[in-house]
């Protein structure tokens, strides 16, 4: 099992390149399953969830080719086949967001079974709404052997509306809806840009689709949909992770094709904790620390509020600020798993539910640490960088779920952190 061994106390100075949004090209790899032509992703990061995603349709008889040399970030996909139209156990509790596959194969194929997620480590993460969805566009829902199945011979187009915001469920739908028979209207719909880049790339495939990015969505389902070529928008997450990297370690970073206009709750938020936040042109952020960080409250809100993937990072930064900050959780009930570590390390913070009140600011000294979830990990990352001493990540395969390459491109702005065992070595 790799192991990242980080030295802190570098200031991060240069410019940093962000990859491809992971939560983009998830679901615009599962929107490849409807069409029998050829679709074609580029800027997809060369992550292990990508990975994932790859075997999953591989697993259904999609041949799946991975760019090489310059056109590395390219993955096109033909889903003219799908002989097993089943997303497996195996690959399912590896990587929740499997269950995107979910409408556009029953859509397409007319049948789908996908493994029932389970528990995760940031909570219950059902996919209830995902079905209910499917069941009033039509689909016949049945449960065996720890699977669902969907089944129906065409959905048909339906009025929706979510219980709740859901990010992957509203894009199950949406790719659902583009092959329904019939218009469907979705109310309540997530508003993340990851769900407007999957319908950018499903009306380049000939769907009929209006409002994605807004709270309802109105769909034209049409007959069939053909091949198209997308560009995968900038990872919002890892452009906001080195943004907060920059800050805590008092650096001058650039932060390179990104897309600002995402990232307007995090940028807020640390203007107001004392950063200095220049937006250099279309894509890149300047970030600048000068040491004197001070604590601001966050409270995690669907997509334009401040995201739920940021909220570990952020705590990791408000250790490092003066007084207290509170950290407010909505999204997820369980998804504190890095303040064990943080605290470990010689953070002063207390959890309270769903708040956490962190009081700084304390000096990190550098531990062996485990890295639980994908931001959690991330969260440990940067409280390495500010720490006294070396500090040993233990399970870094989390972070290569979404990050890539993470180690070469910190290091490449200064950081001291270097990987230890095989790239992807498994556990
Ligand atoms: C997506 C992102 C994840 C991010 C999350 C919230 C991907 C691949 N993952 O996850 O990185 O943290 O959005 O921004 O894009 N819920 C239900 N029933 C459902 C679906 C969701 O109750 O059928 C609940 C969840 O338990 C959670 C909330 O709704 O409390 C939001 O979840 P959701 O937006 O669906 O998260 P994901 O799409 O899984």
């Not at 913070?349 to 991330?378: E, H, N, Q």
Request: proline share 3%; glycine share 10%.
């Amino acid at each position: 099992m790799d192991k990242f061994v980080i030295r802190g106390g570098n200031p991060l100075l240069g410019t940093i390149r962000v990859s491809g949004s992971k939560n983009s090209a998830l679901p615009c790899m599962a929107a490849a399953i409807l069409t029998e032509d050829e679709v074609v992703l580029e800027n997809v990061p060369q992550v292990r969830d990508i990975e994932t995603e790859r075997k999953l349709l591989v697993s259904m008889g999609a041949e799946v080719e991975l760019g090489y040399g310059r056109a590395q970030h390219r993955t096109t996909i033909s889903c003219r086949v799908l002989s097993d139209p089943t997303a497996k156990y195996e690959i399912v509790k590896t990587m929740r967001a499997s269950a995107l596959v979910l409408g556009p194969l029953v859509a397409r194929a007319g049948i789908a079974r996908v493994s029932m997620p389970g528990g995760c480590a940031i909570g219950a993460r059902p996919i209830d709404l995902h079905i209910k969805g499917l069941e009033t566009m039509g689909a016949q829902i049945s449960y065996e052997h720890g699977y669902i199945e969907a089944r129906a011979e065409r959905l048909k187009g339906a009025h929706i509306l979510f219980d709740k915001i859901t990010v992957t469920g509203t894009e199950d739908l949406l790719m659902a809806a583009a092959l329904a028979e019939g218009e469907t209207v979705m109310e309540n719909c997530a508003r993340e840009p990851e769900v407007t880049d999957l319908a950018a790339l499903l009306t380049a495939m000939g769907a009929k689709i209006e409002g994605a990015g807004t709270s309802t969505i109105r769909v034209k389902g049409v007959e069939k949909l053909h091949g198209a070529k997308h560009r995968i928008n900038p990872d919002r997450i890892e452009a906001g992770t080195y943004l907060v990297a920059g800050a805590i370690t008092g650096g001058d970073l650039c932060v390179s094709h990104c897309n600002p206009t995402h990232l307007g709750a995090l940028i807020g938020k640390l203007q107001e904790c004392g950063v200095r936040v220049e937006i250099l042109g279309k894509d890149q952020i300047r970030v600048r620390g000068d040491g004197s960080l001070k604590g601001a409250d966050i409270s995690t809100e669907e997509y334009p509020g401040f995201p739920t993937d940021m909220q570990a990072q952020y705590m990791a930064l408000a250790t490092q600020a003066e007084g207290a900050s509170l950290v407010k959780e909505n999204i997820f009930e369980n998804r504190f798993m890095h303040v064990q570590e943080l605290v470990r390390m010689g953070a002063n913070i207390r959890v309270d539910g769903r708040t956490a009140t962190v009081r700084g600011r304390t000096p990190l000294s550098a531990a062996a640490v485990m890295c639980s979830d994908l931001r959690a990990s991330a969260s440990l990352v940067l409280a390495a960088l500010v720490a006294d001493g070396e500090s040993i990540l233990d399970r870094v395969y989390n972070i290569d779920r979404g990050y890539e390459r993470i180690e070469e491109k910190l290091r490449g702005v200064g950081a001291q952190i270097r990987r230890m065992g095989n790239v992807f070595g498994g556990d």
